[in-house]
């Protein structure tokens, strides 16, 4: 019996096909807020400076869609408020409220400057005290959550400090790429070359993934909140076996595991080839891009498997 993993006919290589990186097919230009803040710790009584702690919030869909209305016309406020929480869960494109809030009042200032908007919040040495503070955010009057950030390091408040939160929203002008429905990013695969095996060849390397194949390096907030299937050929060797195909994360610590809802199987014993679509796949969370591509297996140890015209394909 053959050793799982990637095998050639005759022993040999033969084409691999050209492996196609992703392909989007709108380009246009976007507006894409950038927001930085930093905090400033200092003693009550001196006003030195204790610490300066630095990071970059999440402008979640809540926010976006704020930016879009506001350029409606919609009769609605702008950023306003302040708020402060002890929650230090991930934040994700889906938040529209901090995680554990315990502070929510007007901001103490804005400024306007050219492409910048700065805010700024002054927490008093008597605010507060007792408690750990792990996020903050901005809202509008209505309640519209704008940013959320996670201290990289929790302050906890005393009498002995005060806190000063500077927000700087920065607007850049810049290429972004547009999936529409119906747009296809193209992975590629190989009629001519195969895998032996019953599991996803293990590894998060480039040569374990479908032959021919090419990688999608996509932040998942990129998508715009859109649906997406894996299509692909499968065929097999033998009449019994039956091919599936999965889109995975090479990233994050699971690359033999099919990302939720892209798994999908072939006819068994299609030895010809045989169209296939997965249900909806669910992405990783956003916020950082990750290397997605293909792994293909046969559930039968010695059954060899072939996957070509891989594609991934908007479908809402």
Known sequence: MRTPGVQWPLGRPRGWGRPAEARIYRAVRAIAPAVNVTIDVVDAVSGRRLRRLRGHNLVPTSGRNLLRDLLNGD?????TEFALGTGNTVASNNDTALAAQILREPLSRTIKDALKLTAQYFLSSTSLNGTTIREAGLFTDEDTLFARYILDEEIAKTSGIAVTFTWETTFTVTEMNILERGS?????GSPDTYVTGNAYVAGATLDKIAPGSGVWYID???????????????????????????LVNLDDGAPNTALAGSEVAGTAGNQTGVRVRSGTITFPAAGAAKQLATK?????????VWAWSI??????
């Open 75 to 79: 009769v609605i406020s702008g950023i």
């Open 296 to 304: 293909i297996k046969t559930d039968e140890a010695a059954a060899d």
């Open 311 to 316: 594609r991934i394909v908007r479908t809402s």
């Open 220 to 246: 998942s907030a990129d998508l715009q909140g859109g649906t997406f299937a894996l299509e692909a050929i499968l065929k097999v060797s033998n009449g019994t076996a039956t091919p599936r195909i999965a």
């Open 184 to 188: 296809v990013i193209e992975l590629g």
